[in-house]
């Protein structure tokens, strides 16, 4: 079983749409992060947060857009998005994001952009 | 860069012993974790090494040598719901802060 939760668990977009991918975290971390997942590539980091601060923006495109209102939500917004976005976007939590800890991972929104 | 190598896809058969090796070249080298996904499922931890030598877990064993930047995940007595993508995923410190970087996962297929 996780913490973490993620809806949508499957979502088909097209190029011009606006959607939100949702993560929750019952485990009372103060760290949240946002990967992709793409087939038969290693999971790709995207953002990072921090107490609610983002640190952490991994060179990902700006038509991905991220919101943490509080250290239990995470949000990341898509806008015009192309199909080589389509992949599994996954939802991690751990502790305080310093030092050597755990990451627990939430099941993934499957993304298909059309 | 950071690299980390696993092989691709591995077949084991039922009730046997199967290492999945990864090794790695990166900086700021700080530990590395084992994670489980079975297809459409979250990652989920396994294991964890930071220092030299082999934790064990039931099943499953993890080993690491951080001269060699290398590390195995050593299952015993495959089952078949261990049919899953073992992922290894390297911890990092950097300037400016920690992060996890992953392998590409090796695929493993138990049969009967």
């Known amino acids: 079983e996780t913490g973490v939760t993620q809806t949508p668990r499957h979502l088909v977009m097209g190029m011009t749409n606006k959607k939100s991918l949702k993560c929750e975290q019952h485990?009372?971390?103060?760290?949240m992060y946002w990967y992709k997942q793409s087939a038969k590539k290693p999971l790709e980091l995207m953002f990072v947060?921090?107490?609610?601060?983002?640190?952490e923006n991994n060179s990902v495109p700006s038509r991905f857009s991220p919101e943490c209102p509080n250290s239990s939500h995470l949000f990341l917004h898509l806008h015009t998005l192309q199909p080589e976005d389509s992949a599994l976007y996954l939802c991690?939590?751990?502790?305080?994001?310093?030092?050597?800890?755990?990451?627990?991972f939430g099941p993934g929104t499957r993304l298909l952009v059309l | 860069g950071q690299n980390i190598d696993q092989p691709t896809e591995m077949t084991a058969t039922e009730g046997a012993i199967v290492q999945i090796n990864c090794t790695y070249q990166?900086?700021?080298?700080?530990?590395l974790f084992w994670y489980q996904q079975h297809a459409g499922e979250a990652p989920t931890f396994l294991s964890y090494?930071?220092?030299?030598g082999l934790e064990e877990k039931g099943r499953f064993s993890s080993f690491l040598s951080r001269s060699k930047g290398y590390s195995y995940l050593l299952l015993k007595e495959l089952q078949m719901k261990d049919s899953a993508s073992y992922l290894c995923?390297?911890?990092?410190?950097?300037?400016?802060?920690?992060?996890?970087?992953f392998g590409a996962g090796t695929i493993l297929r138990v049969k009967s």
């Open positions: 485990l009372g971390h103060n760290a």
């Open positions: 995923a390297v911890f990092l410190t950097m300037e400016y802060g920690n992060k996890l970087v």
């Open positions: 090494n930071v220092l030299d």
């Open positions: 947060y921090n107490f609610k601060e983002q640190t």
């Open positions: 990166t900086s700021g080298f700080n530990g």
């Open positions: 991690a939590s751990s502790q305080d994001g310093t030092g050597f800890e755990t990451q627990y």
